[in-house]
């Protein structure tokens, strides 16, 4: 099968592209890494084997699914550009990625780190969240179709083909059933694929990502599948330790059996499992109780002795205070010893109570959770502007609890402002004065310079704003933790736009912004 296209290596395709070598192979095509003759960028071109190219059926479905695919346009999908043909030979030309298949890392390393692991399904579950609200289903997420580039950030491709090939007639081939390992328990009975059916296969390539090991295996397709729809998930387990019970109930849940047990969306998904990479990072005075997710995982176990049972909870105190007098009248007998009756009398006053204080355990004093922030509203800030504004009719898409939607910059020419202005930005109202403890800024670009400012009003110049923290070069998702923020209005001062790959056309799109702190 591979001999049939792999002799269009070093040839020109459509009269545009020059295929310079084989990148990747699968079951329904080979993958090309080109060149744009045109564009003279570097493209990836997946050209249909033969066997498919002759499926009339095939081919209209095909078409169809890859122009919706092209209309996906997200910083964690593979950007679809156009198909073609050229003779029998059909192919789709799109982004080309420098980096590996999630696949291949599990296959060299086992067991991939935890907090990577979680950061991959994250980006895949925004992925999958955007793609969803679209109403487009991938039908076949694995490793296999996870990229993960240089920079860390991952890319979903294929989507769309899954769907050309079941709705014409070629789910029998090995090029569908040889996925079955991450099938859905309804796709494998035969019915329509949801977005839920995503969510289910996420989980288990999660499962994969964190054990280095498949769940189900069998000796054919049929007894794999058949697993997923009857057997339970075997236990979660790295290195022959279980995993902590966070992440355990995070998977569990993303691959319910019944498909109304999993979660509602991919966006729910990728929340929680962003709660748990922030945990995992999150410093220890911060929000304690959710930095202990993770800390089961990454400290190593100790091997510990088997206590009794602990007596019931209105005998302790009783038992506690008993044997607290026995310390302190055994500390007394000797100490009477050494000094003698005539310090008897100090010794009661003195030594008594310090040894039944110190014998007395005190609850630990809880410092009160950080309550979420909710803005009651946004505006742009561009005091520098030749119209004052920056895309005002969006900024409530910067804090609606939806990260497929997002308040952008408009577009530069280039991502240095320079001369042209210092900066632009979008404030944020909480409607009252508030000690903000925590910013988290989630956004569809990386390489980007941010600060956070406050003020009690709105001042015209970003001067005039009190500068509480910055980050050069910002990720995806950023948490700032702040001291002594005490301010209603919060501002993300934006001085450097996301670098282009192209050169031109920069811009910065922020899809969430969260506060935590207290009001005052």
Known sequence: MATDVRILEGQ?????????????????????????????????????????????????????????????IHPNIVTVYDTGRQDET?????????????????????PLPIDMSLDIARQVAEALAYAHHREIVHRDIKPHNIMLSEDGRVRVTDFGIAKAASQSGLTQDGAVLGTVQYISPEQARGELAVPQSDIYALGICLFEMI?????????????????????????????????????????????????????????????DLSELLASSKRPASEEEEKTSVLRAVRMPKRAVKTKPAPPPAEEEPRQRRRGSR???????????????????????VNVVPRVVERAVETPP?????????????????????????????????????????????????TNEFGNLKQGVGIYF??????????????SLERGWDLSIMGSDRV????????????????????????????????????????????????????????????RL
Not at 429 to 442: F, H, I, K, M, N
């Open 90 to 110: 059909h192919y789709i030309t799109m982004e080309y990625i420098e980096g590996r298949q999630v696949k291949e890392l599990i296959r060299e390393r086992g």
């Open 459 to 518: 001042p015209e110049t970003a001067k005039e704003w009190t500068r509480l923290a910055s980050k050069s070069g910002m990720p995806n998702r950023y948490s700032f933790s702040l001291k002594g923020a005490k301010h209603r209005y919060i501002l993300l001062w934006i001085t450097r736009l996301a670098p282009n790959p192209e050169g031109d056309r920069s811009r910065v799109d922020i899809s969430e912004v969260l506060f935590y702190g207290k």
């Open 429 to 442: 109202d909480l409607g009252r004065r508030c000690d903000v403890q925590t910013v988290r800024v989630a």
């Open 211 to 271: 054990t280095g090991l498949q769940p189900f295996r069998g000796d054919n397709p049929v007894e794999v599948a058949l697993k997923h729809v009857k057997e339970e998930l075997p236990p979660l387990t790295r290195h022959g330790e279980p995993v902590n019970g966070a992440l355990a109930r995070v998977v569990g849940k993303a691959t319910s059996k019944d498909r109304s047990g999993r979660y509602a969306s991919a966006e729910e998904l990728a929340q």
């Open 365 to 413: 004093v809880v410092a009160a959770k950080p309550e979420k922030l909710v803005p009651v509203a946004a505006k742009d800030f561009d005091p520098e502007g030749n119209d004052g504004s920056e895309n005002p009719n969006d900024t409530g898409a910067a804090y609606d609890g939806d990260s497929t939607t997002a308040w952008h910059t408009d577009t530069y020419n």
């Open 12 to 72: 020109r395709l459509g009269d545009r592209y020059d295929l310079l070598q084989v990148v990747g192979e699968g079951g329904m095509a080979t993958v090309y890494k080109a060149r744009d003759g045109v564009l003279g960028r570097l493209v990836a071109v997946k050209v249909l084997h033969p066997q498919f190219a002759q499926n009339h059926e095939f081919l209209l479905r095909f078409l169809r699914e890859a122009q919706s695919a092209a209309s996906l």
């Open 326 to 348: 026995v310390v302190a009248w055994s500390i007394l007998a000797v100490l009477l010893v050494v000094v003698g009756l005539v310090g008897f009398t100090a010794l009661m």
